[in-house]
């Protein structure tokens, strides 16, 4: 029996494990925690959640929704754990983080090809095939050893958003509602202001109703999953303007004056700084939220997500902030609702590590200079659960295969994960950043539509077939 050695047990490291074992390999997973922590993990559990708990999208008219449907047809070990373990979010899979967590941890210990070890690895080891999947907060020791082999690598900062109790919410400044009464809001952080254009602040942001995007298409009128908290132009104001003043937290170690942030993680307070329209454009934008007691689109509006089954925990949506502690507490008690909030959990910074991938990896995700070194989730230079645990399917299934004798299995280029591949390594590397599953880098239709929703539509029509006909030649093989 072949065996692979896998570095790291979050979402890229449990799905490359998952995805050797099951076809056959002998799996050791190597997982530091609990013996030693991280400045943003809390438990030893495996494919711990230290962000957001959502898994995004599930719509197959968005790029999200067929990267999971791709990720279970190759066979994820994540997707119905997660399905087991789903929290109310709209058109979005979200999870109860503990339960998720302890259930990916127990189904990997019972496995019988997979042997966890709750170690730190401090060098690269000489065994191969290896996966090393440490994610963006690689030990230092272990990262020195792994320039030896990718050269330096590339950094940016990433920011933690906020989680508050459910009952100590002032329910009378509150409602509950989805973006125009769909199942779901828009992801925040993936309507960015540069694609919500500048119309006046003060016009009510009627004419951003076209703004929305595919991301909503055909979700069910039926739920209404976000807490929104609304502002007046004068609150949103005050909110803003103590923003822009707050005390920033120092990041431990820094190793660069200037801090570089993955725009779709940048914290709250640096967005403000952008300007007074930026937030309300951005995070805090209003657009198919109406207030029930007005009957009115608010000047803007904080939501937020559901964080367990019980309901009792809710995360601020697209409020990743690097402020201290005490400004956290006493800025973001300024938004109606939350003056007298209970933070369980605060925002927080921490450093995040990838390697220049255009200039490393083959598709397999195989350093291309030393043969049977992979790399596995957003060290590859992804950004999100999602992506990282796919990238980690690559990563394992690959070593399984080469360690079987068999040849390198891409997926094809026309799907969600094949683009993500594909950007990796073919991207000029003096523009390499960080990338989610989007349209953007998957390939343009042979015969334009111009109909947003119908080009998404089609566009996850060809990538299913394609990754469909992609796992029957994995069975031939």
């Not at 190597?30 to 962000?51: F, I, S």
């Not at 990262?143 to 002032?170: H, M, N, Q, R, W």
């Not at 937020?304 to 690097?322: A, C, S």
């Given at each position: ?38 400045p ?6 495996l ?21 999971k ?11 119905p ?23 990916v ?9 997979i042997?966890?070890?709750?170690e ?6 000489p ?14 020791s ?7 082999y990718?050269?330096d ?35 925040s ?5 540069e ?20 991301g ?7 739920s ?14 005050a ?6 003043q ?30 007074p ?10 657009v198919?939220?109406t ?15 559901q964080?367990?089954k ?41 450093r ?51 360690a ?14 094949g ?7 073919e ?22 539509i111009r ?9 996850g ?5 394609a ?10 093989s």
């Amino acid at each position: 029996m072949q065996e692979i050695t896998i570095i790291g047990g979050g979402f890229a490291g449990v799905e490359a494990a998952w995805a050797a074992a099951e076809r056959g390999s002998k799996v050791t997973l190597y997982e530091m925690r609990p013996n030693r922590g991280t400045p943003v993990h809390k438990t030893g559990d495996l494919a711990e959640l230290v962000c957001s708990n959502s898994f995004k999208s599930n719509l197959l008219t968005n790029a999200a929704g067929i990267l999971k449907e791709e990720m279970r047809r190759l066979g994820s070990l994540l997707l119905p754990i997660a399905a087991r373990h789903a929290v109310p979010a709209g058109e979005a899979l979200a999870v109860d983080r503990e339960p998720f967590s302890r259930e990916v941890t127990e189904t990997l210990e019972s496995h019988p090809n997979i042997t966890i070890r709750r170690e730190e690895v401090c060098a690269i080891p000489p065994q191969r095939p290896l996966v090393i999947a440490t994610g963006p907060l690689t030990s230092e020791s272990l990262a020195e050893s792994l320039k030896i082999y990718t050269g330096d690598s590339l950094y940016f900062y990433d920011a933690v958003a906020p989680t508050v109790t459910l009952d100590s919410l002032d329910m009378s400044k509150v409602f509950r509602a989805s973006r125009r009464g769909r199942g779901g809001g828009v992801e925040s952080r993936e309507s960015r202001v540069e694609s919500l254009g500048a119309p006046a602040l003060d016009s009510e942001l009627s004419t951003l109703d076209s703004a929305e995007g595919v991301g909503c298409a055909g979700a069910p009128v039926d739920s209404a999953d976000y807490l929104n908290c609304p502002l007046t132009k004068d609150e949103y104001m005050a909110f803003w303007e103590e923003l822009t003043q707050a005390e920033a937290s120092i990041p431990h170690n820094p190793e660069d004056e200037k801090i570089i942030f993955f725009e779709m993680c940048t914290p709250i307070e640096e967005l403000a700084r952008r300007g007074p329209r930026t937030l309300a454009f951005g995070p805090m934008k209003p657009v198919g939220l109406t207030d029930p007691r007005t009957g009115r689109w608010p000047h803007a509006v904080v939501q937020l997500r559901q964080e367990n089954k019980d309901g009792t925990l809710w995360g601020l949506v697209g409020f990743q902030t690097r402020l201290k502690w005490g400004e956290q507490k006493r800025i973001l008690r300024l938004i109606p609702g939350l003056e007298n909030a209970e933070f369980i959990r605060y925002g927080v910074i921490h450093r995040n590590t990838y390697v220049n991938a255009p200039t490393l990896l083959g598709l397999n995700m195989e350093l291309r200079e030393h043969t049977g070194i992979f790399l596995a989730g957003q060290m590859t230079g992804v950004e999100g659960y999602l992506e990282s645990a796919a990238i980690g399917m690559v990563a394992g299934l690959n070593a399984h295969r080469q360690a079987a004798g068999l040849p390198p299995a891409i997926p094809p280029r026309e799907t969600a994960l094949g683009s993500l591949c594909h950007y990796l390594t073919e991207t000029d590397p003096k523009r390499f950043s960080p990338m989610n599953a989007n349209f953007g880098i998957m390939p343009e239709l042979a015969n334009p539509i111009r109909d947003k929703r119908e080009k998404a539509r089609r566009k996850g029509e060809i990538a299913l077939a394609a990754f469909g006909e992609f796992v029957e030649s994995l069975i031939d093989s």
